[in-house]
């Protein structure tokens, strides 16, 4: 059975910085397009970055572009979210999802699969 599993949320001041990692079992990431949202209180899932598995090709939400760093490590099957200079608006439950193909989409609708979510608060 495919799952994903997140790990790595916790509480920070504005500033600084938290390294999301999520493993995969089954063949979920490939080939495929991988992906972090992020949910908070009362709002929409919202898209925060997605990878290409093979290719490496990511796209950022601008909200977080120049702040956090989308990677995969391909032996190990684990994507990370490497989340520097936070803010309290990225106070959140962040996922990871996955998706067959290459499109790059930022609706969580088109997503398959998804991790149980980890949660990142960060304090001002």
């Known amino acids: 059975q495919e799952r994903l599993l997140e790990s790595g949320g916790g509480s920070v001041q504005a500033g600084g910085s938290l390294r999301l990692s999520c493993a995969a079992s089954?063949?979920?990431?490939?080939?495929?397009?991988v992906g972090w949202f992020r949910q908070a209180p009362g709002k929409e899932r919202e898209f925060v970055a997605a990878?290409?598995?093979?290719?490496?090709?990511?796209d950022y939400a601008d909200s977080v572009k120049g702040r956090f760093t989308i990677s995969r490590d391909n032996v190990k099957d684990t994507l990370y979210l490497q989340m520097n200079s936070l803010k309290p608006d990225d106070t959140a439950v962040y996922y990871c999802?996955?998706?067959?193909?290459?499109?790059?989409?930022?609706?969580?609708?088109?997503?398959?699969?998804w991790g149980q979510g980890t949660q990142v608060t960060v304090s001002s």
């Open positions: 089954g063949r979920v990431f490939s080939p495929s397009v």
């Open positions: 990878l290409t598995w093979y290719s490496g090709t990511i």
């Open positions: 999802a996955a998706r067959p193909g290459s499109y790059k989409s930022r609706s969580f609708s088109d997503y398959e699969y």
